[in-house]
């Protein structure tokens, strides 16, 4: 099992990433084996990032590239496993399905499993409509985000012990509920996403990390904040001590 940093926040926070080496050295010293992702514009770019990350011993889970065509094609070349579900085009469940499926079909051909990844706000957003689309696209795997689920009101325990056959990598992430009369619609203004252990919604995902593992998980583990309130690499930290503290 490796433990990594989805850097959405991060780049949320520093306007981008401007010197990836410099990123991957940083994770590296607070306790990190790397990022989720490179972010690739050509093939020769692909090879670069994944050959210099491999130099100062950092990994990554897949390679985006500029189109789901290319973000399969990378990432099996590159010798990583999944990537995420199209759908982010679709205005319901019934479309998303459809275009996960139609990815997940395509990645199979290159050994890559395409996978959704919950998220509020959109059409795989409840506990309901994500067990309705592991129903739907048996093809598919799971990429738990477990703070977005708690914001949507679900329960990310239950969900990996049901289907921990299915996951493919977690995102651990907390969340402080703020404005709770703020519709699931508005969700952006509900709360905020947090370090782990300081959320406000019963999230336990030192709990959900060990039923993951008690059922066989073996995979990336990335830690997420999607904002941050001051340098990031000082939550990120809190949020790695929070694990080994749990005895990871």
């Known amino acids: 099992m490796k433990f990594g940093v989805a850097d959405f926040g991060m780049n949320q926070w520093y306007g981008g990433c401007h010197d990836p080496e410099a990123r991957w050295a940083d994770l590296k010293r607070i306790g ?51 990537v995420w579900t199209g759908g982010g085009s679709a205005k319901d469940l019934d479309g998303y399905c459809r275009q996960a499926g139609a990815m997940a079909e395509a990645a199979a051909r290159f050994g890559v499993k395409a996978s959704c990844h919950n998220h509020m706000g959109s059409p795989v957003e409840t506990q309901e409509q994500l067990e309705e689309f592991l129903r739907r696209c048996p093809a598919c795997g799971l990429i738990l985000d477990t703070a977005h689920l708690a914001g949507a009101g679900g329960d990310a325990l239950a969900i990996a012990k049901k289907y921990v056959g299915r996951l493919v990598a977690l995102h651990l992430k907390d969340y402080l509920l703020q404005k709770p009369d703020v519709p699931m619609s508005q969700w952006t203004g509900r709360g905020r996403f947090c370090e782990l252990g300081a959320g406000n919604v019963g999230l ?22 999607d904002t941050h309130l001051q340098d990031p690499l000082i939550d990120l930290a809190k949020s790695r001590e929070y694990l080994r503290k749990g005895g990871f």
């Open 32 to 82: 990190y084996d790397g990022i989720e992702r490179i972010y690739a514009i050509s093939a020769d770019d692909a090879m670069w990032q994944a050959a210099a990350m491999r130099k100062v011993g950092a990994d990554f889970g897949l390679c985006l590239g500029p189109n789901p065509a290319t973000t399969i094609r990378w990432t099996a070349a590159l010798g990583k496993t999944y």
């Open 204 to 225: 336990d995902n030192l709990a959900v990390l060990k039923a993951a593992v008690a059922g066989g998980f073996d995979g990336w583990v990335f830690i997420e904040q």
